[in-house]
């Protein structure tokens, strides 16, 4: 969904979605150009193939025997592990499972792909390690609270993480969601602001295609005759009706529709009452300018004050002056629609299944591995009340970096959007790894 920009932090996006692949000649081609040219490279991990349906069925598991297993060669975190037992985990007692299994097994549908060569396998934890762990929770039914935590406890090992000096990491903890637009398929009266899909002549180019050193690092352009350049900003493609790609939606107000490419995904809510997704799809491959810094430079608010809400009472006050003040972030968002399925469960993450709500996170994965459960330990938004839950590592986002960095899913509509923009929390985690497998570790 790729997690996702925090409303408090106006984060740079969070990236997912499949992409382009050009041959090693182009990438070659490129590479140098855009790096010049100073198009942004992109490190999150694109999803791999997403599971069958979010029912669970046991047989659909389908965990494979372990001398059928095939791993890539494991790559090492740059995290530093210590293990613990799980008293160490701040209110571990209090934490209610009793709705989390879906969720694990879920999980355990990502962990169990087969393996392959996308990004998101090489930033996924390692799949040998999990299979006795899935395995045995495919075989098994847990319906309390206890039951689920017996076996947590039974298969799972704590690791604290720790920072580069060997202490316990703390880092910040910001929130995303999935918000609710108002749209239409065609443009006209109140909707006048596009969505679009990608556009088919940008051009995604994996640079460890080229260099495997370069695995992970990518960069988007366009062709201009035999040459590569960095692909049309935000208000290049509003300016000529030329470059504008198809859209998907016209919505009815600006700031909502820039706000959902912020979050990166979001509901669109038709005039006959029919409910659409638009997930991420790609982006222009532009760095993230914040449109609240913009606001504050000019004098037109206090930075403090530069909130969705007052950024749409501005935009109220000065329609004239909305798409400049949009312009001022290069960076565009492309959709692609889909079916909300499950109205419980938010779009898929940069892990390829959909987020569980308020117990998906986003992570760095030079650190924690995609897929894998952490515990962590923070505070609600704007508050000191403990938050302190299993969750799972889901998703990536271009500002969750470092270790501890944590971007916590509150879910879909307004409340989640409350929830999600006033928090801006201290925070430490503890990966949860299967025994006897050593310290923990990605492909």
Known sequence: MAAKLSLLQFNPLPIAGPLLRRSKPLAAAAMAALLASCASVDETPEP???????????????????????????????????????????????????????????????????????????????????????????????????????????????WRLLDDGGKPARNTVTGYYEPLVRGARKQGGQYQWPLYQPPRDLLTIDLGGVYPELAGKRIRGKLDGQRVVPYDTRAEIAASADRQPPAIVWVDDPVEAFFLQIQGSGRVELPDGKVIRLAYADHNGRPYASIGRWLADRGELPLAQTSMQNIKAWARRNPGRVQEMLNANPAMVFFREERVADSDFGPKGAYGIPLATARAVAVDTRYVPLGTPVYLATTMPSSSQPLRRLVFAQDTGAAITGAARTDFFWGFGDEAGALAGRMKQNGEMWVLWPKHAGAPTAR
């Open 48 to 158: 791999g193939e997403p599971p069958a349906d979010i029912d669970i069925i046991e047989q659909s598991l389908n965990v494979p025997p372990l001398d059928r297993m095939r791993d890539s060669a494991e790559r090492k975190l740059a995290a530093r592990f210590v293990p613990v037992g799980w008293g160490a985990l701040p209110s571990w007692q209090d934490d209610d499972l009793s709705r989390l299994w879906p969720v694990f097994i879920n999980n355990c549908k990502g962990l169990m792909r087969p393996t392959g060569g996308s990004q998101v396998q090489q930033a996924r934890a390692t799949p040998r390690a999990w299979q006795p762990v899935c395995a045995a929770a495919a075989s098994v039914q847990p319906l309390t609270t206890a039951e689920i935590r017996g076996f947590l406890e039974q298969h799972l090992q704590p």
